[in-house]
């Protein structure tokens, strides 16, 4: 191979290299967001559960977007140049806006990030839908769930979360 050749060769594997590290949330939700409501890049959940999570957020939210998001723990390897912050809060709201990038959409939309050794969780409804589902109504059912999740009943937990959630804000969806 000549040298420019291999200085070519280099340089490619730079700039792919440079073009991962941009990628938003390190490139598992580009993966998975166009077919998925449910993120488990730890493997908490077999697939059958998260097949059955997501259609029980789809028979919940017809007309919404609702997604689930269980890391392990807030950590560095969820954060990237998209997201630098460890806060919780400021996570989902950015996730928010990546997963939902259309205003209206994330309006309507619902979505939990849990990262459980932390034991921390964060609910976020768009406008729309808190005027359905108030922040103490979510609070409440949301905490009815943490026995599950300290005793690794994640799935229980879970469905649990999603039905509880529907059943509050009523069965017809948002138009």
Same mark, same amino acid.
């Given at each position: 191979?000549?040298?420019?050749?291999? #200085?070519? &060769?280099?340089? #490619?594997? &730079?700039?792919?290299?440079?073009?991962?590290?941009?990628?938003?949330?390190?490139?598992?939700? *580009?993966?998975?967001?166009?077919?998925?409501?449910?993120? /488990?890049?730890?493997g908490y959940l077999t697939r059958?559960?998260?097949? @059955? &999570?997501?259609?029980?957020?789809?028979?919940?939210?017809?007309?919404?977007?609702?997604?689930?998001?269980? +890391?392990?723990r807030m950590s560095q390897e969820?954060?990237?140049?998209?997201?630098?912050?460890?806060?919780?809060?400021?996570? *989902?709201?950015?996730?928010?806006?990546?997963?939902?990038?259309?205003?209206?959409?994330?309006?309507?939309?619902?979505?939990?990030?849990?990262?459980? @050794?932390?034991?921390?969780?964060?609910?976020? =409804?768009?406008?729309? #839908?808190?005027?359905?589902?108030?922040?103490?109504?979510?609070?409440?059912?949301?905490?009815?769930? +943490?026995?599950?999740?300290?005793?690794?009943?994640?799935?229980?937990? +879970?469905? /649990? &979360?999603? @039905?509880? #959630?529907?059943?509050?804000?009523?069965? =017809?969806? +948002?138009?």
């Open positions: 191979m000549t040298y420019r050749g291999l #200085l070519a &060769l280099i340089l #490619l594997q &730079l700039s792919i290299r440079a073009y991962k590290k941009e990628e938003p949330f390190n490139g598992y939700f *580009a993966e998975h967001s166009k077919s998925h409501q449910v993120f /488990d890049p730890e059958s559960q998260k097949k @059955e &999570l997501e259609q029980n957020l789809s028979d919940n939210f017809k007309e919404s977007s609702a997604y689930i998001v269980i +890391l392990k969820y954060f990237d140049s998209y997201s630098k912050t460890f806060d919780i809060i400021v996570y *989902a709201d950015e996730l928010a806006q990546y997963l939902m990038p259309v205003r209206n959409v994330r309006e309507k939309s619902l979505l939990a990030v849990y990262a459980l @050794e932390n034991r921390i969780y964060r609910i976020r =409804t768009g406008s729309e #839908l808190r005027q359905r589902l108030p922040d103490d109504k979510v609070k409440d059912i949301a905490d009815d769930i +943490l026995g599950f999740l300290k005793k690794a009943k994640y799935f229980e937990g +879970l469905s /649990d &979360l999603i @039905e509880n #959630l529907g059943k509050a804000k009523g069965k =017809t969806d +948002l138009e």
